[in-house]
């Protein structure tokens, strides 16, 4: 099994360009969640998705949007990039449901904003 | 809603023990706990749900205390390859809707 597989790994993007990071899962889980991890910040939720076709705001959601049309999928988009938004990202899935599960993280994207 | 972690850095001999603590404003449902080395992704260690219940996992171990919303991690007679950042997830219950919060992390840093 692949597990939790981003994709890119890395990215240099200018401001304002757009771009989209891709999360898939071969797990058949039903919740799947966006992290940006930055120095001293710990893992902060941007976007979080219970099941497909569901989408719910985390803790920093401006500047991101989500999409799940297919369970296995969840991507996060950027519309506009600023420098702020430079950070390692992780996507994580999980189970979910009534009974709490432990999360499965891919390897991060690197992505750089200048 | 973050939970929030203590202490924020420990350095300890290889052999010593280390107590990592987790607390939240808001009633949990669970408690979760990974570690992250370098580089790398977060890595799952153990789940603890509402109940007080306690977990290990060779040398380390949590507890849930559900009344006051924290959870310790135990780790003893600590090895090198338990340096890392360690960070507890948080989960409220939301009748189905529940999100996995982290804490800040603890950095975790063990010398020879």
């Known amino acids: 099994n692949a597990g939790v597989t981003q994709t890119p790994k890395f990215r240099v993007l200018k401001t304002g360009q757009s771009m989209t990071l891709l999360c898939a899962q071969d797990m058949n889980h039903e919740y799947m969640y966006w992290y940006r991890q930055d120095p001293g910040m710990g893992l902060r939720l941007i976007h979080y998705s219970v099941g497909e076709g569901t989408t719910a705001k985390g803790e920093v959601p401006d500047g991101y949007n989500v999409s799940r049309l297919k369970k296995q999928n969840f991507l996060l988009g950027l519309e506009s990039a600023a420098p702020s938004q430079t950070s390692v990202y992780f996507c994580?899935?999980?189970?979910?449901?009534?009974?709490?599960?432990?999360?499965?993280f891919g390897q991060g994207t690197r992505l750089t904003v200048v | 809603q973050q939970p929030v972690q203590s202490p924020q850095a420990v350095i300890l001999r290889e052999g010593e023990d280390a107590v990592i603590n987790c607390s939240s404003s808001?009633?949990?449902?669970?408690v979760h706990w990974y570690r992250q080395k370098h580089g790398e992704a977060p890595v799952f260690l153990m789940i603890?749900?509402?109940?007080?219940e306690q977990k290990g996992h060779e040398k380390i171990s949590a507890s849930f205390n559900e009344k006051k919303q924290q959870s310790s991690l135990y780790l003893t007679a600590s090895q090198l390859s338990y340096s890392g950042t360690y960070f507890c997830?948080?989960?409220?219950?939301?009748?189905?809707?529940?999100?996995?919060?982290f804490g800040t992390g603890t950095r975790l840093t063990i010398i020879p």
């Open positions: 994580a899935s999980s189970y979910g449901e009534a009974l709490s599960t432990e999360a499965f």
């Open positions: 997830g948080t989960e409220i219950s939301n009748f189905g809707n529940e999100k996995l919060t």
């Open positions: 808001k009633a949990l449902y669970s």
């Open positions: 603890l749900l509402k109940g007080g």
